[in-house]
């Protein structure tokens, strides 16, 4: 089975950092896309950032710059370095999985394999 846990989120002023981790198990990393999204209170979830199986990144548009994507396949975890925060980046951020290709991997519909998210705040 596969399983994803996101750790790392917390509480941060506007302008600092924070990283997420997503450990995986029962993923075969040369197989399967991974991404981060995230879910603020009242609106739908949305792609932040996604790597294939070779590891190329792909951002969301909103994240370019500020947000990175990055796995490391000796500790099976995907890591999401966030730097100059926003209010706007409030939210509750989740790790997600599938097979590789995907269509849209910026869509959460492509995802089968999901953790419980880890809660970000910015004030």
């Known amino acids: 089975d596969v399983q994803l846990v996101e750790s790392g989120g917390g509480s941060v002023q506007a302008g600092g950092s924070l990283r997420l981790s997503c450990e995986f198990s029962g993923i075969t990393y040369s197989t399967y896309c991974m991404g981060w999204f995230r879910q603020a209170p009242g609106k739908e979830r949305e792609g932040v950032a996604t790597?294939?199986?070779?590891?190329?990144?792909s951002h969301a548009a909103s994240v370019k710059g500020r947000f990175t994507i990055s796995k490391d396949t000796v500790k099976n975890t995907l890591y999401l370095q966030m730097n100059s925060l926003k209010d706007e980046d409030t939210a509750m951020y989740y790790c997600?999985?599938?097979?590789?290709?995907?269509?849209?991997?910026?869509?959460?519909?492509?995802?089968?394999?999901w953790g419980q998210g880890t809660q970000v705040t910015v004030s």
């Open positions: 790597a294939d199986t070779d590891g190329d990144p």
């Open positions: 997600a999985a599938n097979y590789c290709p995907l269509v849209g991997p910026l869509m959460d519909y492509e995802y089968h394999n």
